[in-house]
């Protein structure tokens, strides 16, 4: 057992709080309760449906009613909303998913996601391509703990699962949405819904969405961070028999924002040609930020991505009792973004990275519900993935000179001292040296897996399953100089020698392969303290396959240095209650847990500036979390959520560190009160959320864990962010106005601090969103 002991108390304290609430759950009678006014959600996390509240899982799930309602278009928006959820959004192209601490968001080709993301079932984890517009959904559920043998691999910690509206046969109908605000923002969107025959329908749903940049650039142009997402996506739907039904969903996301803006704190923004200074050293104050001319074939800062994906999703009814389910899938992504590491308008590095990546899956499932007291899923799921990441960096030999000469003194007339045939030499500084490397991946997996629920008593349920994956997975790098070697890296006449990477054998990538089998399994126990109040414990384990890690040569022309990771394990303790209260209209969920991790991988930026996989050793996490709803009448309504997470390393350099992006505290709340006016509803929806302190990188930017960077400033403090809509629907009318407005507060933030730069000693900084505001208008037909 890895389970850390240290909390025990913990655990106990909420088993003493879920007992509690059973007195009054007790004494109330359940009285029918049209469950449409409750917003009660059907949910599949367990592969079958039930209500939210049946599941003994950590779950939250949302429909997409709800989602519009309170203005949730993206995934960064709705982790504000689900507790032990974050996502941080430095672009579509990098994203980060945080479940209870752990993060998942690198774009190697040669990595394994922690936190899954599916859609419809589909896995979408690889980094670069998961970040997907939120539009036309039924419903998004978020399982939090490891859910390996319910999801797969990569779900490590947790699963999201994004459920699409399919067509609906027989149904004439839609929707469509306009919305402007603020910045040059627009919206345009919506979703159509057309029977073409008798058991054959169709539906049609996309959205444009555009924001200028909210960075100022200080050198004219497009300003940074800006919101250029075109969505489209086409669901058919058919009935091919009395017992088997047939859908085939197509989508495609085109993404095209402006440069992130990666702001250095170190150099006050310049006139690149003048020198003078245009800016200030503020976070969220406006960037200087170049790239170079002709580099990725003039590509200008922020990326160029396209995402495509289609699912066949077939089930058929065998008998009362057996339900076969198919899930076939595709996908690719291919996205290039340009981005200016330093942070500042001299042009001593440019970096880009192009991402690309298929995947095709496949999985059958047999369900067996024959109204007894056994329900059970059995199933077989085969996963291909091949990918590769290639970054570019072009580096100004003599501005990376000034950054790396003691007191940043420049060398005399550009010069670069070198030792040729024993003579030192002065040679010219190149201003346009060009390096590249490239790191590839593929993945074949199967998985067999089961899972059975015995209802032993009309109160007490048991519940076991396991799952078996088989992987092969090979990995490769390569590295170049396309224009020579670097003089300020040291190059001779027979030695071409990179300044921040070095070239592998004749410019050639190499490859390695490792085969990885692995096991996970949980146990759960449900029991029914009333008809209305469940209360549950589960043992879990959950498993990140081996990472067979990559690195440049140390020297010109050497080997790759590959480092195969042991697989990253957890087991996991559970215990939780969920209880509808008065009449239902109250709906309580409460949770405590406690992980403990054995080969936890984590990623460290060398001094080459390139992410690399290492193993950190144990580390531990446990904390509790909350969320409730009450509906005391059509006019209120109130949720509120909140979640206590503390992960720390235990060994090792990091030892007490904090996971990243991994908030102690955080809470959000929201209502919606409305009134019969002016021949119509007004409806006003404010919600809050809040969170402590995060670190941005699990070093803690602790000053004896960098050999650059020494200022302790890579962090963001707690901070809260208002939100508001208020709305307008006449009485018997199929249209809606909307006033809406975010960050109301004007809260100044960061999303993230570090990054490339911060491994050359100049860190950078990401601003968070300011204040907008806009109106809208909507119709359903």
């Keep these: 057992m890895i389970i850390a002991n240290s909390k025990s108390g913990l655990l106990a304290a909420t088993s003493l709080f879920v007992l509690s609430l059973a007195a009054p759950a007790l004494a109330q009678q359940a009285e029918p309760v049209n469950a449409a006014n409750l917003g009660e959600i059907i949910v599949t996390a367990q592969k079958r449906e039930q209500a939210s509240t049946e599941v003994p899982i950590a779950l939250t799930a949302y429909s997409g009613e709800f989602l519009d309602e309170i203005g949730v278009q993206e995934f960064e928006e709705l982790s504000l909303f689900v507790p032990g959820f974050e996502v941080q959004n430095q672009s579509p192209n990098n994203p980060g998913f945080v479940i209870r601490g752990i993060t998942s968001d690198s774009g190697e080709a040669t990595t394994e996601p922690r936190v899954s993301v599916f859609q419809d079932g589909v896995s979408i984890s690889r980094s670069r391509g998961s970040y997907i517009e939120l539009f036309d959904n039924e419903r998004i559920e978020i399982a939090k703990g490891p859910q390996s043998t319910l999801y797969g691999r990569g779900a490590l910690i947790g ?68 919101t250029d997402t075109q969505a489209f996506r086409v669901a058919l739907r058919g009935q091919l028999g009395p017992r088997l039904l047939a859908d085939v969903i197509v989508n495609v996301q085109f993404d095209n924002p402006s440069g992130t803006s990666f702001k250095s704190l170190t150099f006050n923004p310049t006139n690149p040609d003048t020198g003078v200074v245009i800016g200030n050293l503020g976070r969220n104050s406006g960037a200087a930020l170049t790239t170079a001319r002709g580099f990725e074939n003039d590509q200008p800062l922020g990326l160029d991505r396209e995402v495509y994906g289609v699912t066949g999703l077939l089930e058929y009814e065998i008998n009362d009792a057996l339900s076969l389910s198919s899930i076939t899938a595709f996908r690719q992504f291919d996205g290039t973004e340009v981005f200016d590491p330093d942070g500042f308008s001299l042009d001593a590095l440019v970096f880009a990275e192009d991402a690309q990546g298929d995947m095709a899956s496949q ?86 897996f089961a899972d059975a629920t015995w209802a032993v008593t009309d109160r007490l349920e048991l519940t076991a399953g396991v799952r078996f994956t088989s992987e092969d997975k090979e990995s490769g790098y390569g590295a170049q100089l396309n224009n020579g070697g670097s003089v300020l890296g040291g190059s001779t006449p027979t030695v071409a020698r990179g300044i921040i990477i070095q070239p592998t054998a004749l410019n050639r990538p190499q490859f390695q392969s490792v085969k990885d089998d692995g096991v996970t399994y949980r146990v759960v126990g449900r029991y029914a303290l009333a008809d209305n109040l469940n209360v549950y414990a589960s043992y879990a384990t959950g498993r990140r396959p081996v990472v067979l890690s990559v690195a440049a040569p140390t020297a010109p022309g050497g080997n790759v240095r590959f480092t195969e990771l042991p697989s990253e394990e957890v087991e996991s303790i559970e215990v939780g209650a969920k209880g509808e209260f008065f009449n239902r209209t109250l709906t309580l969920e409460v949770s405590g847990y406690d992980y403990g991790y054995e080969n936890f991988q984590t990623t460290i930026r060398n001094a080459a500036g390139q992410f690399v996989s290492i193993n950190a050793g144990e580390a531990s996490s446990y904390g509790y979390e909350a969320q409730g709803s009450w509906r005391p009448s059509d006019n209120f309504s109130a949720f509120a959520t909140y979640a206590y997470n503390h992960s ?70 707690s901070y809260g962010l208002l939100n508001l809509r208020i709305s307008y629907a006449p009485d018997n009318a199929n249209w809606k106005v909307e006033a809406f407005g975010s960050n109301l507060l004007e809260e100044e933030y960061i999303k993230d601090a570090g990054n490339t730069g911060d491994a050359f000693g100049i860190a950078t900084f990401i601003a968070g969103e300011p204040r907008y505001y806009g109106l809208g208008f909507s119709v359903q037909y």
Excluded: C, M
């Excluded at 007490?656 to 009160?673: A, C, E, K, Q, Y």
């Design 159 to 226: 699963a999201v699962n994004v459920v699409q509206n399919k067509a609906r046969l027989g149904e004439y109908g839609g929707d469509a949405r306009f919305e402007f605000g603020n910045d040059g923002y627009y919206l345009l969107g919506g979703a159509v819904n057309l029977p073409l025959a008798e058991g054959l329908a169709v539906r049609l749903a996309g959205r444009i969405k555009q924001r200028d940049g909210y960075v100022e650039n200080l050198l004219g142009g497009e300003d940074f961070n800006s």
């Design 363 to 448: 999985e059958l499932r047999l369900n067996f519900d024959n109204g007894g007291p056994i329900t059970a899923f059995a199933g077989v799921s085969y996963f291909w993935e091949k990918g590769s990441q290639r970054v570019p960096l072009r580096i100004n030999e003599r501005v990376f000179a000034l950054l790396n000469t003691p007191g940043g003194l420049p060398r005399p007339n550009g010069l670069s001292q070198t030792i040729i045939n024993g003579i030192p030499t002065l040679r010219p500084l190149k201003v346009d040296h060009l390096e590249t490397f490239t790191n590839f991946g593929e993945t074949e997996a199967i998985d067999v």
């Design 648 to 717: 720390r390393f235990d060994i090792g350099a990091f030892e007490g560190n904090r996971f990243r992006l991994s908030p102690d505290h955080s809470f959000s709340v929201g209502t919606r009160i409305s009134a019969n006016v002016l021949g119509g509803e007004i409806a006003a929806i404010p919600t809050y959320t809040w969170q402590s302190k995060v670190f941005f990188d699990n070093n803690n930017d602790r000053s004896d864990l960098q050999a650059a960077d020494r200022i302790v400033d890579e962090f963001q403090d």
